[in-house]
């Protein structure tokens, strides 16, 4: 009979600490009061975690670090069996667009679980600073959701934040990013143009065209404006 190894919670936190820099014992603790993970105890009521118990703890982190997910919504996904206790299992399957996933990324799915994040939520997550997150949404880059009173970002904002905080370690402020706002806008103007009669036609048919050729026009642009973009610092790039 194969014995089963079991840690001790100090033991898993110098486990996980070097990839999760928040990780701590409270932590641990309260995401087992909140049923996302279940470690046995012993008869003197000390908790003893096995391979797979940090297995999902490890996964549930990776949630909340990589794809901003609230607890709520990992919780769900643990119900659902999207994460099967072996390390690395429970990633998002993004093939099931038929064709479509086998000719790559679809450039209209920002690749993130849909979110809500209040300010200060997002501000931990992009590392920005509330007062910076604002100065985005002054700018247009970033839009709260329409939540009645209460001011919520959803994955394009967290996107946007943590750019804009790469960008902000280089010194480029908010406010120089609006070229970019602009840019994106005259570029969806023109794509619209060219989709609108397939969005009149209002069949089945015709949307799929209608997407098939945004994605299209959009894999193009991104393709000729960093052409453009090696071109115009080709005297720096040498």
Partial sequence: MVSVQHRSIGQVLDLLKGDFADISISKIRFLESQGL????????????????????????????RDHFLPLKVIKERIDQQEFDGTEGSGEPNRDGDGARGSAGPNPLDPGAVSVSLTLDELASASGLSQSKIMELQKFGLIEPLNDGALRHYGSEAVIVAKVAAGFLAHGVEPRHLR???????????????????????RTAQSRQQSQDTLVELINLGSELRLSLLRCALANHTG
Wanted: glycine share 4%; proline share 4%; net charge neutral.
């Fill in 37 to 64: 993970i279940d470690p046995e105890r012993n008869q003197s009521g000390y908790r003893k975690f096995t391979e797979a118990d940090v297995n999902r703890l490890r996964w549930i982190l990776e949630q909340q």
């Fill in 179 to 201: 070229a970019y706002k602009s840019a994106a806008e005259r570029e969806a103007g023109l794509m619209e143009q060219r989709i609108m009669p397939m969005v009149m036609q």
